[in-house]
């Protein structure tokens, strides 16, 4: 199982960027899927995620309304759009997998992680 995330990048303040996770999952559409991020010397963070039939989505408050989790069941990937982007968005993003299916805040629930993309604001 492979989890390929992309897309990360230097942007400045109030700029977007879409970040992809490509997922070798045979069954991928009934696996959850969920985004995290951590930055230096801090733990890692949910930001958001998306249930098996993108039925169910939740944020982060620190992220809800500028930032959208989508999928393509047909393509294997997740995806991040991150808009109005802030100095404090800078960390590595990583997705997970979740077999369970659904959309889960919890790191402990995911049991397949990509290597992570590094996103950093700048001012």
């Known amino acids: 199982v492979q989890l390929q995330a992309s897309g990360g990048g230097l942007v400045q303040a109030g700029g977007s960027l879409r970040l992809a996770c490509a997922a070798s999952l045979l069954t991928f559409s009934s696996y959850g899927m969920g985004w995290f991020r951590q930055a230096p010397g801090k733990e890692r963070e949910f930001v958001a995620a998306?249930?098996?039939?993108?039925?169910?989505?939740y944020y982060a408050d620190s992220v809800k309304g500028r930032f959208t989790i989508s999928r393509d069941n047909v393509k294997n990937t997740v995806y991040l759009q991150m808009n109005s982007l802030k100095l404090e968005d800078t960390a590595r993003y990583y997705c997970?997998?979740?077999?369970?299916?659904?959309?889960?805040?919890?790191?402990?629930?995911?049991?397949?992680w990509g290597q992570g993309t590094q996103v950093t604001v700048s001012s």
């Open positions: 997970a997998a979740d077999r369970a299916g659904s959309a889960s805040y919890y790191v402990r629930e995911y049991e397949y």
């Open positions: 998306i249930s098996r039939n993108a039925g169910s989505t």
